[in-house]
Structure formats: C-alpha cells, structure tokens
C-alpha cells in the first residue's frame, strides 16, 4: 500500500465524454462491488475536460471539475490518470507528462498506442508507473489479459479478429437486409453505430491500430500500423456477399496477423471465411478475437467492442489492477507493457504486402462474348494463378455479367500484376474487378 | 523478489501425469519465451508421483525426481507447489500442508475446491500464499481471470456454460450422426474424449464442480456443489434431437447460474438453446462459456476445456501469475481466491431446485388413441404448466408415438407433480417422459 493511497486510489479522470462518464458511473454505482473484491475505495478525485458543460454528467462532489487537464497531471495527490480525450495532440502530451512523473496510466487510445507506442513504453519504464490499455483493443473483451497473462506460456501462431463494430454492423446489414454500402452505412449512422465522417471505421484504420497492438503483444516487437496491409469495406456488395454464400463463405472485415516467411504477416481487408467458422457467426456490432497458440490451441473471445459501458468496464478493470499493483509492490511493470519484457523487445519485419500469400475470390464484370472466360483464366495462368472453380452467372443478357472466380493460393503481387494485364489487355471487362481475400487454412470448428 | 527468487522461481510439481507432464513441458520447451516475458527464470525444482516409472516422461535433471511428495512440500527452498494429483484424499493434505506453511499453490483440482472451498481460503489466507486454479474451469479459457480481474467493475447477472468435453462431444456425435447415447460414448471412449467409468461427466457432475466455483467468483458467496440442482445426459436421444431442431433448438449440456429469487440459481442439465445462439454452435469436445454483467454486457469465452496442453497451459499462466506476484509484493493475495475479498464473502441461499421456473420440452409416449392429447394437456394445465406448440408425429402406427409439447414457464415442482399424475392416472403413457429444459431469454446473438 502507497502513502498516498491510504484512503483509497485517487484516479485522475481527463475527457468527460462518452468513455470517461462510463467510467466515473461505474466507479459510483459499483463501488460496493468493487471495494468487495479491492479491498479498499477507488474514486475519481479530479477530472478535467474544455468542455465545461461537462461536469454536470460526472457523478463527483463539487469542486473536484476542471477544464485545465494538466493541472489534475501535475497534481500530486493523484497518483493514477484515465486519458480518455483519444487522438494524439494533447492526450499524448499528458500521458508522457504523467507517465514520466511516475504516474500510472490507463487509456484507450488505441490510435496513440499503434502510433507512439515505444516512446510511450520508454516513458512508462523511467517512470515506473504502470500503463495499460484493455479498452483500446476489442471494448469489454479481455484481449490484452489473455495475450500478456492467460497465454503467458505459449507462443502465439496466429489471430484473426472482428474488432470494428461499425464494419461488422454494417457488413451484417448488407449480408441479411441486401442494402448497398451506402444504406447500410446510412443506418449505422442512424443507429449511432457509426461516426459522421465514418472513414476511420471503413477503411479499416480503426483495425489497424488494434491489431498492431495486438501484434506488439504477441510476438514482444514493435509494428507500425502504418506499415499494414489495410482495406476497407466501402466496394462491398450484396452480390458479393450472396456469391461468397454459395460457395459457403460469409465475408468479414478480418484483422489477420499470423508468423510467416520470417516475418509478421499482418494485414485487414474483406475476407471470406467459412460458414461453420464462428467468427462468421458473429453479427451486428459484437466483436470476436481468435487466437491460435502452440499450447492452449484455440482460444475465441466474444463481447461488445466499443460503446460507452463495454469500453468504461475494461477501463475499470485496469484501473483495480493499477491499485493492486500499487498495493502490493509499490511500482508498476508487474506486466509488461508489451507483454515481453522491455529488454526483450524485438523488432521483426512485417511481411510487405507484395508477398502475402492467400486465396481469393475475383468478380469480374465482363461483355458475355465467347472465350472471355479463357482469357481471362490465361493471364492468371501465366501470372501463377490457379482456378479453383467458376461461377457465371446471368449468360445470354445484355451489357456486362459477374463472373466469380476463387483461386488457390497465390501470390498479392502476382495477383496485382494479372489484374492489371486484364484490365490493359482485355476490353470486354468492363469493370475494375472486386477481390475479396479468402482465409479458410485450418477453419475453426 | 523474493531472497529465495534470485535464481529464478522454483516449482515443487505435484503429480506426472498428463497434466504434470505437460506443465513440466511447457515450462522446459518454451522456457525462452516465457522468460522473456516474466524477466526470469521459473523451473520445476522437484517433481513428485507415486509411480517411479513417471520420471522419463519428464523433462528434468537427474536427482530432481522423487515418489514422497510430502517432502517436496516439506522442502524450504521450494516456494511454489502445482498440485496435479487430483481428488480430494493425499492431494487436499498437501495443498492445506503447503498453503499453512506459507507456499502458493496452483492446482486444477475442481472437484476438491468445490467441495472443500472455505477450508482452502481459509488456509491460504492464514499462510499468506497464492491460490490459483485457472486450470479448474474451462481448461485453457481463462474463465477465473474474466470473472475475477477482467469484470471486476461488474456485478455478473448470468452464466451459462458448455464445460464438459465428453459431453459435448458425445451429445455432437448423436446429433450429427445420429447415434444413440451408448453408440456416442463408446465413441468418446474410443477417441479418448471419455473415461472407462464416465460418470462423472455424462451425470453432470463435473459441470457442477466447475459451476459451482465460477458462481463464487461471481456471487462472492460459498456454493455447495452437493446443493445444485444436476442431471446428466444419457437419457438423450436422437429423437429428441430431431424434434429440438423441428423447433429451432440444439440441445447441449449447459451449466446455468443466475441471480434469481434472492438466491443463486445454479443448475446443470440438458438444455435446449436456440440454433442463432453461439453456443449452440460450439461442438465436438470444445467448451464454451458466456457471461452476462450490467456493464460490459455479454462476454464468451471458447476454447478446448480439457487436455493435456490446454490445461497445462492455464496452469502455467498461474505460475507466472504467482511469480509475478513474488517480484512484488513478496506475498500472495493480489487478487482474492475467490475474487471478493475474505471478510466480504457471504452465504447466498441456493435456489431450491423445485422453486426453478423455465420453460420445457416434454416428450410422452403414448399409445395413439383420440383424446390422449386433451388428457395429457388437461392434467398439466391443471398444474398451472400452459403449452406453447404441440408436435405429434407417426400417427395411425401400431404401439406408442412420441408426443412433443413445449410449455411456457412453469415451475419445476408443478412440473414434477404433473407428470407423477400423467404417469399414475393414463395408462395410455407407455414410457417415462423426457424432459428437456429449455434455455431462451435474452438469447445472445
């Protein structure tokens, strides 16, 4: 137990909003349960955010409000801070402040941490605080925890994660209800489930963060979000998706990371995956995390990845292992931060998108003209590109068809390379094709 | 650290059987990985069995093996103990011998937690070492770390669970392949999913063990398993299967535990969950469990609850826990045994089994004569049990058909109180009637 802490953990809250409400009502509202299972208060003693508006949905005694988040940093009462104001300017500029005066932090900034996280991690070590981050990958599901302690003793093989609600929801809407893009897109708005300027979400940028995290954790190396391999969901269609189910296959917006080729293979886009897999059974706005491992084997999680109370309970939960690790040894970095220990990290390459090696499925749109088929399937054979089965349908109408091709394994580059040869070389397609990545290597059950 | 710790943490291993053998492996064969993460070495210092011919399967040096267990315990420079010997005899002596001299101990043993849980917390606390038991529920799913650190902001509403792999199994194979139940387990038995004497699995009461554990964690009260409401699996059919999918169920083997009445709801039985359900979808000999709480709403866990690497697999993400603590705080306790924290453990009353309301699927046999049907409904309305559908199959055959009728909610002693009636005063009813019990509020997506 810290001097400081002998009437309960005084918890810095900055950003007031959606997350940050969520966190201060649990703390209220479950403070029996919680001391239950602590063993002594956890309480908000300040919390800051510019909008003054604000205070009036934090349940907090006056006087404890504040528009100045850097005086709740350097406030030396308060020994813990949540920086829930997102985004890299001035939530990053707080986090080191408090991460360097020796302060424990938690956050789930998700983007801060795929773009700064070895800066922040030196800080975190000079301090000697704690940092963690349980919101920032997959909401109220334990990601982090089972990558740094449940599977503490095996080594991670490969993950494949839902962990966009926003794609998933919208991706769920086109599959059952046969909208476009754009209506789905509409009713996720509608429905609160997608932002305004929903580009962040769609292009698959949000994934990208959390499954560079993810990476970091599993394999103790350092990725650069930046240098993922990332699409997002904006060209998808109900054809698409009612083409991908003849074959057996949904189609998800799927974090991929595996260990392949000396490297880590780590990449986001539309796949199809089989029907009888269970991240395919996953639908609306739930996230789920597989993660294959050399000892556990399998291991699914599956919660809600985002919103207010979802997000405010893995908040919380880091929040009493900051105060159980303050009551006990009096300093941070019982866990690592990146789950190996600093000392360890290494940096591995990430496997450049060019050499990815998987199956797709190809839609052409093309002038039902005799051969188009063979020409079409002659330049991906002299690009190394094998056909696994066909599908044509609507023949004998006018203007362009689908014709759905699936391939066995093939080179990105190889597959970039015939594609552009189709569409120089072969007038009758009229359209740039739609390539959605097939994963169905070891389904699971 | 620990003084003892300087050389790494020393592990006393309890048991070499399968279990034993494969944390003995774990900790040797990914010893580099796992050091890079906790910041030290953790090793088996001594290993135990009573079978001297269990020494080969272990990977350890010459002079470390020894058939006295007791003085593995006994031996000062052993500060850690796995216990993997499993019942509730020499093994509960050792575990209580090595908490009261103050070691952390880490154990699988279910059926002696369930049964002897408060003398253990009580031993644990007086010794001041760890007691940990991840391993105990849902093998490599880290149910405990969920229910004890991850929803450690929630107060838990609900649990439902497919922990048992033999059943699971067994009911998967008569499902698909429409096997009876002798067909399904000498099957199990065959793949090594079932034990020669396999009661304790297919009557249920491994299930409760482990359910009885996870409503503690949950609930902060004492459970005893003996008070559960239990019923196992051998009277499933294919029949029953065939018509649970004419109503849109699958039928599992499913632990449930809810706050209800002012008591804790715990039962386990066969139960029919509807087909959208995840768990529904969860098959063969994996396991799967689902945790609803008033903040981070619901949570499933899956992955493979039984085995050699699994388990062993939980059991050293213990270990690690253990050591980590050690570098700490130099004592146990970082997170109470049974997640609230001793003085706050309370005794909840057990629902009485009779008091339970659900809703039922009732299959008579009967012998195919008019009004039958207004008979069987007149006696079970008189009990206060209403029908929602009716499915009668085969009629006009010789002998007995197979009426299906599924009710609304009833409670389980007018249930039982209708059905003596039906037996006693029809004679047209041929067979005992199989009850399914079936599960589907608030059905998860």
Not at 143 to 164: A, D, P, W
Not at 251 to 267: D, F, M, P, S
Not at 424 to 434: A, N, Q, R
């Amino acid at each position: 137990m810290q001097p400081n802490d002998k009437d309960g953990v005084a918890v810095g809250l900055l950003g007031c909003g959606t997350v940050g409400t969520g966190v201060a009502r649990i703390l209220a509202e479950n403070r029996e349960v919680i001391e239950s299972r602590l063993g002594g208060p956890l309480y908000v003693a300040a919390a800051a955010d510019l909008d003054p508006g604000r205070e009036k949905d934090i349940p907090l005694p006056r006087g404890r409000f504040t528009t100045d988040a850097f005086s709740v940093v350097n406030d030396p009462a308060i020994p813990v801070v949540v920086e829930l104001i997102g985004g890299q300017g001035v939530a990053r500029e707080l986090v080191m402040k408090a991460l360097l005066a020796g302060k424990s932090v938690v956050t789930a900034n998700k983007h801060m941490i795929a773009a700064h996280g070895p800066e922040i991690l030196a800080a975190a070590e000079k301090g000697g605080g704690d940092f963690l981050f349980e919101a920032a990958v997959g909401g109220c599901m334990p990601v982090i925890k089972t990558l740094r302690e449940t599977l503490v003793g095996n080594r991670v093989e490969s993950m494949y994660g839902i962990l966009n609600g926003t794609c998933n929801y919208i991706l769920s809407r086109i599959t059952f209800e046969n909208l476009s893009f754009e209506e789905a897109l509409a009713g996720a708005q509608a429905a609160g489930y997608a932002e305004a300027d929903p580009s962040l979400d769609v292009d698959g940028w949000d994934t990208a963060h959390k499954l560079a995290i993810a990476a970091s954790l599993a394999w103790g190396t350092r990725v650069d979000y930046k240098s993922l391999f990332v699409k997002g969901i904006r060209r998808i269609t109900a054809m698409d998706i009612r083409f991908a189910e003849t074959f057996g296959y949904r189609v998800k917006l799927l974090a991929i990371a595996k260990k392949a080729q000396g490297a880590v293979e780590c990449r986001v886009h539309p796949t199809m995956i089989p029907m009888n897999n269970l991240l395919s059974q996953v639908n609306g706005a739930m996230n789920a995390f597989l993660i294959r491992s050399d000892r556990a084997g399998e291991i699914v999680l599956y919660g809600q990845g985002a919103g207010m109370m979802p997000t405010a309970s893995a908040v919380v939960s880091d929040l009493v292992d900051v105060a159980r690790n303050r009551a006990g040894a009096g300093s941070g970095g019982r866990v690592p931060v990146f789950s190996c220990q600093p000392g360890a990290m290494r940096d591995l390459p990430v496997l450049q998108a060019d050499r990815v090696v998987t199956r797709y499925y190809v839609r052409f749109a093309a002038v039902d003209r005799p051969g188009v088929l063979s020409k079409l399937s002659g330049i991906l054979g002299e690009h190394g590109i094998s056909i696994s089965s066909v599908h044509q349908k609507g023949r004998h109408t006018e203007g362009p068809v689908p014709i759905v091709m699936l391939t066995h394994e093939a080179r990105e580059a190889d597959m970039q390379k015939a594609l552009t040869e189709i569409s120089e070389s072969l007038d009758v397609v009229t359209d740039k094709p739609v390539l959605i990545r097939i994963e169905d290597d070891n389904p699971p059950e």
